[in-house]
Structure formats: C-alpha cells, structure tokens
C-alpha cells in the first residue's frame, strides 16, 4: 500500500522546486537582458560581465549552501534558477564564433580565454566568500 502522505509531501517538494527555478530564471533572465541591454559595444562585454558575475554568485551561493544546506528548492532556484536565468554559455560560443567569423582572431581569444579564467576564478573567489559569510571554516 502507497503511503499517501509520503507521496503528498514529495509531489509538494517538488512543486516548490519547480516554482522556485522557474522564478530564479525569469528573475535571472530579466537581469541578464538588462546587463546585455546597457553594455552594447562591438564585443560582447555584456555577455563577458554576466558570465563571471553569475560565476561569482553561484559561487557564492554554493559556498554558503556548504555550510548553511538550505531547503533543496532554496538551492535549486537560486543555482539552477537564478544563476542558470543569467549566465549563458550558448550567447558565450555563439559570441566566439562571431568573432572568429569576423577573423577577429585576437580578441576572440582573449573573449574566449578571459571569460573561462576570469568565470572560474570569480567562482572560486565566491565560494570561499559564501563559506565566510555563512559561517563555516577554510
């Protein structure tokens, strides 16, 4: 016999999971309109900006998720969510491309090679922030 209160409990976990992502990514996708909108250059700073600044959040986020372990749709609609909303990896190849299209050789590869070294590092530099603030140890 299925234990209906389980299952109730479950399908309600999930759904404020869902709802979660789904109001982390319109919100991230907002924000990410907004940053692409006002960095309107020849290269594609906006796209660079949003990369590792939502590498720093999520970063941040997971360090802090580390020591604090929020509720699972806390984590999933600040990291899937908002950050997943932000970020973007298909604008970033599709940028690189371009650039490589336009024989812009140069200035893709410091697009490309910047936003992956910068990205990881922002991320690092959030994670151990996140652990900090949430109180944890190094």
């Known amino acids: 016999m299925i234990d209906v209160s389980i299952l109730y409990r479950t399908m309600v976990t999930y759904m404020k999971s869902v709802i979660a992502v789904g109001a982390g990514g319109a919100a991230g996708t907002w ?8 960095l309107q250059f020849g290269f594609p700073v906006g ?5 590792v600044s939502g590498s720093l959040l999520l970063g941040l986020f997971s360090g802090w998720f580390a ?6 749709w806390v984590k999933a ?3 899937v969510g908002l950050c997943g909303g932000y ?5 970033f190849a599709s940028d ?3 650039l490589l299209h336009k024989q812009m050789i140069l200035p893709a590869a410091g697009y490309i090679f ?3 070294f910068l990205g990881i590092a922002a991320a690092a530099v959030g994670f151990t922030a996140g652990q900090k603030a949430g109180g944890g140890h190094l």
Do not use: I
């Open 31 to 38: 924000l990410r309109y907004l940053v692409s909108y006002q």
């Open 47 to 51: 796209t660079m900006v949003e990369n």
């Open 67 to 72: 020591v604090k372990a929020p509720k699972d």
């Open 77 to 79: 609609g600040l990291g």
């Open 87 to 91: 970020t973007t990896f298909s604008t």
């Open 96 to 98: 690189a491309v371009e």
């Open 114 to 116: 910047g936003t992956l």
